[in-house]
Every structure is written in structure tokens, then in C-alpha cells.
């Protein structure tokens, strides 16, 4: 149980177009998702966290026109990398929250061309 | 604000030794800390977390509130236990900050 996917597992787009990432809890309500992203080499860091029905909070330094969060659903959060550049270029992981405990999708990575 | 740190990124140990991973953590509130762990080509999964204070997968992590640590040990490393390993702290909201992560190589 307590199954995120995501989807696409990888994307390729060119600058200045704008990609959406899907993440969805399998077999669970999640009313709290979170958006990540990694860099080579480097550790996690919270970019947002999505509430179904309410605005997402953004962390400090983090572009709400530039990275669109919606969570329609109990199990549906999307994560739109806006008019993308080079430097979006990443990997993005989302996790679900039941209770206190999270459970993460198995990342997108983003490549910008 | 909160902080992680887990000061070695790479720990390498021969099969059967001890391996010991270090996080200190800085939180103004009641912590609680969690180690995760990514096996190559997978998914972070959830480890332990400190308020279950249980053994999993031989894995033990105590907290210390005064040395504001939560290491990670295991008495004697197996070859499936390399992978990277994270600890986290839960803030307000659960929400989670990483720390940098640490490479565990067991070597045979």
C-alpha cells in the first residue's frame, strides 16, 4: 500500500514552453503533497506544499508564477514548470502525507533544452 | 529555521563492520526525525523515524537532545545496505528538511 507515482518519469522540453507533472496517490487520500527538487549530487529541498482544495505555500525563494501547483483531488497534485529555462532543468520528486508520514512518488526529471 | 547536516557524503565499509552515519540537526521546537534511505534505482522510502524507536533492517538511530543528534548504526553492515541515506527533520505542517545525504558503500 501507500503507492505515489508520477508521471512522466522523464520530459525533455524546449525553452520557453511550459511542462506539467502529475502525482497521484494509488490506493490513499492524501490532502497534503509536496513538491521537491534535487540537483545532481545533492539532497532534497521543498519547493512547495499542495493542500487539495486551497492555494499551495510556496517556501521562501520559490516562484509561484513560475511553478504552478494545483491538487484538484484527494489523490491528483500537479506540479506546471511555467515558460521553462536551462537552469529548470532537474529532478523532481513529489511525496503524499497520510497522517505524519510521507510516502514519494519515484521522480520526474526535467531537462530543458 | 531549521537545519540538517550529515557531515560525511560518503562512508565505505567492508561487509560485517560497523557502519554509523552522523546527523546533527538545529530546531527552535520539539523535533522529529526521521532517516530515510534510496536504494540505487528506487524510490526514498522511509528508514525509521525516532519516535517509533524501533530496529529496522538492523538499523538503530537514538536522539539525543542535548548533542541535538540522530545517528544512524547498524553493528554489522551488509552488501545490500549500500545506498543513500537521509535524515530529515519534521517542521510544522510535516514539513521535512534533508539533510546533504550520505553514500554508504559496503564493499565485500
Known amino acids: 500500500g501507500a503507492v505515489v507515482s508520477q508521471h512522466p518519469s522523464w520530459v525533455i522540453c524546449k525553452s520557453g514552453t511550459s511542462v506539467k507533472i502529475e502525482c497521484r496517490s494509488l490506493?490513499?487520500?492524501?490532502?497534503?503533497m509536496f513538491w521537491y527538487r534535487q540537483f545532481p549530487k545533492q539532497s532534497l529541498m521543498l519547493m512547495a506544499t499542495s493542500n487539495e482544495g486551497s492555494k499551495a505555500t510556496y517556501e521562501q525563494g520559490v516562484e509561484k508564477d513560475k511553478f504552478l501547483i494545483n491538487h484538484a483531488s484527494l489523490t491528483l497534485s500537479t506540479l506546471t514548470v511555467t515558460s521553462a529555462h536551462p537552469e529548470d532543468s532537474s529532478f523532481y520528486i513529489c511525496?503524499?502525507?497520510?497522517?505524519?508520514?510521507?510516502?514519494f512518488g519515484p521522480g520526474t526529471r526535467l531537462t530543458v533544452t | 529555521a531549521q537545519r540538517v547536516t550529515q557531515p560525511e557524503k560518503l562512508l565505505s565499509v567492508f561487509k560485517g563492520a560497523p557502519v554509523e552515519l552522523k546527523c546533527n540537526y538545529s530546531?527552535?521546537?520539539?523535533?522529529?526525525l526521521f532517516w530515510y534511505v534510496q536504494y540505487s534505482r528506487q524510490r526514498l522510502q522511509l528508514l525509521l523515524r525516532h519516535i517509533s524507536r524501533e530496529s529496522i533492517k538492523g538499523f538503530t538511530a537514538d536522539l539525543n537532545k542535548g548533542e541535538t543528534s540522530f545517528h544512524l548504526k547498524k553493528p554489522f553492515a551488509q552488501e545490500e545496505d549500500s545506498a543513500m541515506y537521509y535524515c530529515?527533520?519534521?517542521?510544522?505542517?510535516?514539513?521535512?528538511?534533508f539533510g546533504g545525504g550520505t553514500r554508504v558503500l559496503v564493499k565485500p
Open positions: 511525496s503524499a502525507a497520510t497522517g505524519s508520514e510521507q510516502y
Open positions: 490506493d490513499f487520500q492524501a490532502t497534503t
Open positions: 530546531y527552535s521546537g520539539s523535533p522529529e
Open positions: 530529515a527533520l519534521s517542521s510544522a505542517g510535516n514539513k521535512l528538511t
